[in-house]
T-cell receptor, first 112, second 112 residues
Framework: DTEVTQTPKHLVMGMTNKKSLKCEQH?????MYWYKQKAKKPPELMFV???????INESVPSRFSPECPNSSLLNLHLHALQPEDSALYLC???????????FGPGTRLTVL | QKEVEQNSGPLSVPEGAIASLNCTYS??????FFWYRQYSGKSPELIMF????GDKEDGRFTAQLNKASQYVSLLIRDSQPSDSATYLC????????????FGKGTRLSVIA
């Protein structure tokens, strides 16, 4: 079973809101990722949790903050987002930090 | 900077034909190569991965890798309209914070 689940499927939020995206995998994978994808562009890596260590793409603004409560869960906390942050947010997991990545269905985020 | 290049397309083929998708990469130390299929508005779905030079076949799909030429391709035999999607080539960067480097994707259109 190579299932990664994400909630919610769709999210509309205002620029002053605080919301969270959730990701879960039950494959025993030791690395989890957040990607942002704009239309007609490839996924852009935001964060990696691998072996309980967080790696950050330095271009990601601080209004995005990841949280890894345990090895199966990865959250993305959103605060004071901008309309240009509207995108498809993808979670992925892999057995190691260099192994095959399996993607969840994504959360379509719209910032008004 | 590690790069993965793909022709953006669209690549149009008639139903039943062979579709050939190509990808080149810049990092000679890359070890793992992946093809993902992405339908519009959906998340990437793993189609194939390949680690060794040569061909790897899975049903109608064949991945080909030539490390000397830094070239990886995906052949789709007996193309169907349901194969119409964007195909993303991804390369394992071997180490660091960005374990997968994605190409920009090739849009395939199979004409019935």
């Amino acid at each position: 079973d190579t299932e990664v689940t994400q909630t919610p499927k769709h999210l509309v939020m205002g620029m002053t809101n605080k919301k969270s995206l959730k990701c879960e995998q039950h494959m025993g994978h030791r690395a989890m990722y957040w990607y942002k994808q704009k239309a007609k562009k490839p996924p852009e890596l935001m964060f990696v949790y691998s072996y309980e260590k967080l790696s950050i793409n330095e271009s990601v603004p601080s209004r995005f903050s990841p949280e890894c409560p345990n090895s199966s869960l990865l959250n993305l906390h959103l605060h004071a987002l901008q309309p240009e942050d509207s995108a498809l947010y993808l979670c992925a997991s892999s057995d190691t930090g260099i192994d095959t990545q399996y993607f969840g269905p994504g959360t379509r985020l719209t910032v008004l | 900077q590690k790069e993965v290049e793909q022709n953006s397309g669209p690549l149009s083929v008639p139903e039943g034909a062979i579709a050939s998708l190509n990808c080149t990469y810049s990092d000679r130390g890359s070890q793992s190569f992946f093809w993902y299929r992405q339908y519009s508005g959906k998340s990437p779905e793993l189609i194939m991965f390949i680690y060794s030079n040569g061909d790897k076949e899975d049903g109608r799909f064949t991945a080909q890798l030539n490390k000397a030429s830094q070239y990886v391709s995906l052949l789709i035999r007996d193309s169907q309209p349901s194969d119409s999607a964007t195909y993303l080539c991804a390369v394992n960067a071997e180490s660091g914070n960005t374990p997968l480097v994605f190409g920009k994707g090739t849009r395939l259109s199979v004409i019935a």
